[in-house]
């Protein structure tokens, strides 16, 4: 299994409607990145959640931390076609050997539909 | 400006060739990364540098050799290319040898192996 695992896998949804992607990680959480991609470029750093509880906004998007449920939840209000990509979750786990190690998972297809 | 970069930005040779994959980022940083991006969009690290030194070094085939001559440029090499190592591969780099660091992302080498 995954130690990271996003859902949905792929989202299709009308401009101007909300939706949320999640990340879980089976283990525990040092930090956790949002990144977006589109296609043919490369990513781009949207925000990194360390505390639990902790929520960020970057324009239109919000992603919030919970830690208890190793959980990161990623929210678009009001979606755009400029918001469609891949968005990628990449967790920061302590590997126990004297290093952090980032794991990405395997990202969201967004499509909006004008 | 340009942050991260990497050439070519498409490759595309035949099975059994070696060819490399070179990187440059001109933020200062002292860490630098390669990941492989798979078909289904999997992304995952290979190598990781920090002042030249090797830090992180994946479960990789040793057919796939990083090379670092300063702190600013991290070249992939690959020897007797393979079908399965049609990818798109993403050099990246942060400050700090610890991922839980924001890393910036060049835009990719598509690599098609025939």
């Known amino acids: 299994s995954q130690e990271l695992e996003q859902s949905p896998q792929s989202l299709i949804v009308q401009e101007g409607k909300n939706l949320t992607i999640n990340c879980t990680s089976s283990?525990?959480?040092?930090?956790l990145y949002w990144y977006k991609q589109k296609y043919g470029e490369g990513l781009i750093f949207l925000m990194m959640l360390q505390k639990g509880g902790e929520e960020k906004s970057h324009e239109k998007i919000t992603a919030k931390l919970d830690e208890k449920k190793q959980q990161s939840s990623l929210h678009i209000t009001a979606s755009q076609p400029s918001h469609a990509g891949i968005y990628l979750c990449?967790?920061?786990?302590?590997?126990?050997?004297?290093?952090?190690?980032?794991?990405f998972g395997k990202g969201t297809k967004l499509s909006v539909i004008p | 400006d340009t942050a991260v970069s990497q050439t070519p930005k498409y490759l595309v040779t035949q099975m059994g060739n070696d060819k490399s994959i070179k990187c440059e980022q001109n933020?200062?940083?002292?860490?630098m990364y390669w990941y492989k991006q798979d078909s289904k969009k999997f992304l995952k690290i290979m190598f990781s540098?920090?002042?030249?030194?090797?830090?992180i070094n994946e479960t990789v085939p040793n057919r796939f050799s990083p090379k670092s001559p300063d702190k600013a440029h991290l070249n992939l090499h690959i020897n007797s290319l393979e079908l399965g190592d049609s990818a798109v591969y993403f050099c990246?780099?942060?400050?700090?040898?610890?991922?839980?660091?924001?890393?910036?992302f060049g835009p990719g080498t598509r690599l098609t192996v025939t």
């Open positions: 990246a780099s942060s400050f700090g040898r610890q991922p839980y660091y924001e890393q910036y």
């Open positions: 540098y920090n002042n030249k030194e090797l830090i």
């Open positions: 283990k525990t959480l040092y930090g």
């Open positions: 990449g967790a920061v786990h302590w590997d126990g050997a004297g290093s952090y190690q980032l794991t």
């Open positions: 933020l200062g940083h002292d860490t």
